[in-house]
């Protein structure tokens, strides 16, 4: 993959949430409103980019030359929960202004599919690159890119949220069905991207 | 809290229609949508979960005492990877079809709330054999809303059940598509508000997830 179709993929035809259904949960859970939107966006980019930049080479580096693969679920979500755990830490300690707009969304990291996938995905793509630095930036853009593509829906959809909640819908679809519609019809405009690729 | 009072096959039965975890829990969602084009793709998604869910229920319920609290979530996350990565295997040497159409979602099985939910919430308060028969009655019940929302996508998306033709002439391409997904499982879970009478407003999916005290959409904000 070139950079621009690695980039292109990532935020729009193959958008994490709306076409690789990945990280539903915060996507359903926390876009009631666009602050909290971007403020779990940014984490989840954040801990994205960092958990693959320690989980790519610990993989290629470290796994595959070993014929270890098998350990790569594992190993995986071991590092993103320590990690996650680190990350909170370390922030409450050094950056109290960033942990009080992030602090919140930083626990429910550990859980949310699109971290982990990315990380997997991040192997599978790009182990068999080049060279190990080529395809380590790549995995860095990509992470990055697919973080972008993450938030850009959580804050596209809490705009569309705002009006669905004002709406006087019948008990039955208010709530959860309500919302999946909604985010159905904000999938179909990001499937018109797919022409691109 | 160990409940003795309720009989072991309600253990059992619950997690199939009452508690359904996906359709009333509104649990797991990530793979409810992804891996449900295709009924025999669902199929497989729910059996390789309730696997899951049995051997980790079984284990952390044994291990419950011994697990220090202080670091319960991580030590419940690696025996849950231990069966992924047992089912991994299965599958690539049985099943290497299933293996290549689930991909990824093989290995998110892990963070599926479903089970970190159930461990958190039944497994480290009850007995193996309690355990065991939820992880049972939760798998099916999640295997059953997977199947159902893979059957009607497929059924209307491609005119097939399980790769049977049943209806060549037309057919709705989107439903197997992404936003297909969202659509069809926003119609199953209005039906069941509406079967259950439930009002949705309040209703959220991370009301039972093990990280709801520290989620700001629990606490409605």
């Not at chain 1, 006087?168 to 309500?178: A, E, F, N, T």
Request: proline fraction near 4%.
């Amino acid at each position: 993959m070139t950079v621009f179709a690695i980039i292109l993929s990532a935020i729009l035809t193959d958008n994490f949430v709306l076409s690789k259904f990945m990280g539903c949960c915060p996507f359903l859970g926390v876009s009631q409103n666009i602050g909290s939107s971007i403020g779990m966006g940014t984490a989840v980019t954040f801990v994205m980019l960092c958990s693959t930049a320690i989980t790519y080479p610990i993989s290629v580096l470290l796994l595959i030359p070993r014929d270890l693969q098998y350990l790569q679920t594992m190993a995986f979500i071991l590092i993103i929960a320590l990690f996650v755990q680190i990350v909170e830490m370390a922030l409450k300690k050094l950056v109290p202004p960033l942990y009080k707009a992030l602090g919140v969304y930083l626990p429910l990291i550990t859980t949310n599919c699109a971290v982990l996938g990315v990380t997997i995905l991040n192997v599978d793509q790009f182990a068999n690159s080049v060279s190990f630095a080529v395809g380590y930036g790549k995995a860095l853009l990509y992470a990055g890119c697919a973080g972008l593509g993450f938030t850009l829906a959580l804050i596209l959809f809490a705009g569309v949220r705002s009006r669905v909640a004002e709406a006087d819908l019948p008990k039955m679809v208010q709530g959860i069905p309500s919302t999946l519609v909604a985010a159905s019809i904000v999938s179909l405009s990001f499937l018109a991207f797919s022409g691109m690729s | 809290m160990p409940n003795k009072s309720v009989p072991l096959y309600k253990e059992l039965t619950k997690g199939i229609l009452k508690e359904n975890p996906t359709l009333v829990g509104l649990l797991g969602m990530c793979p409810t949508l992804a891996v449900t084009q295709e009924a025999s793709n669902a199929l497989g998604m729910g059996l390789a979960t309730t696997f899951v869910l049995i051997g980790s229920n079984i284990v952390i319920s044994a291990l419950r005492n011994v697990i220090p609290k202080s670091v319960k979530l991580p030590a419940y996350i690696v025996i849950i990877a231990g069966f992924v990565t047992l089912i991994e295997f299965l599958l690539h040497g049985f099943l290497p079809d299933l293996y290549s159409a689930l991909g990824t979602f093989l290995s998110l099985i892990t963070v599926n709330c479903i089970i970190l939910g159930r461990a958190e919430m039944f497994a480290c308060k009850n007995g193996i054999v309690r355990s065991a028969l939820d992880g049972v009655g939760m798998g099916l019940g999640f295997t059953l809303a997977l199947l159902l929302v893979g059957s009607v996508r497929e059924i209307l998306g491609a005119g097939t059940w399980f790769g049977i033709q049943l209806n060549g002439s037309y057919s709705l391409s989107i439903l197997t598509m992404a936003p297909g997904g969202f659509l069809i499982l926003g119609c199953i879970i209005a039906l069941v508000n509406r079967i259950t009478k439930r009002e949705g407003k309040d209703l959220n999916g991370c009301a039972g997830c093990p990280a709801a005290k520290s989620c700001p959409n629990a606490k409605g904000a």
